[in-house]
């Protein structure tokens, strides 16, 4: 059977045991989909997402239909404490089915007030979005698409553990903050990836790693261990 608990996002786990139990009462499972919404920008977040198994991302969509995804949040960190503070800046989705924990933002706000240690692990989760934030910007500017695609290939087999992505092109393409037909060369042209009608084949990881930037592995050394879903054995059953 599967021995899934809130402990097993990064955040919550360290926590010592007294604010752990504080925030318990008040968590619950939640199965996100692919593509859902979970704010769209200019809304005032009344919910956090713990994730576990999902994969959050926060994305900036232009008035001209273009959009690009400024940071993804995984089960090292928490969602939705913008509402903290005032609206969001970002359409958060679901890039990634799989679950997560979900609290009201005023058990979070009072447990804030309460708990020093709560409100350290709030300040350090916002410190790993700006982290997320300013490599994705450093990446999407600097290199390729074909290095960028390997990262955001790689990132999600992390997660998953899965080496079959389901994603349409014009997906990733959102994502990536390109054009679909980059983004459908670059899936024929890459080592170690095979690209079928809405999903991607991961073939040889080994190749997509020799093919990726740095910023995938720096994403890596910002959140030590948790990159790779440490609990993936426990989740499974």
Known sequence: PSVLNPRCNALLDRLPEQDYERLLPHLNLVSLRQDQQIYLASDRAD?????????IAFARDLDDGSAIDTACIGAEGVVGLRGLVGTSLH?????????????DLSHLVQAFHASPAIAAMCM????????NTSLELACSH???IGQRLANWVLMRHDRSGSPQIEVTHQAIALSLGTRREAVTHACQSLPGLR???GHLEITDRASLEKHCCECY???KEAHPGQMDLPFRAQVQS
Request: proline share 8%; glycine share 8%; charged share 10%.
């Open 47 to 55: 919910k956090v997402y713990f994730p576990v198994t999902a994969l």
């Open 217 to 219: 592995f720096l994403q």
């Open 91 to 103: 359409r958060v989705y679901v890039a990634s089915s799989g679950l997560a924990y979900l609290m």
């Open 124 to 131: 350090q989760a916002g410190s790993q979005i700006l982290k």
């Open 142 to 144: 600097f290199h390729p």
């Open 195 to 197: 690209p079928g009608r």
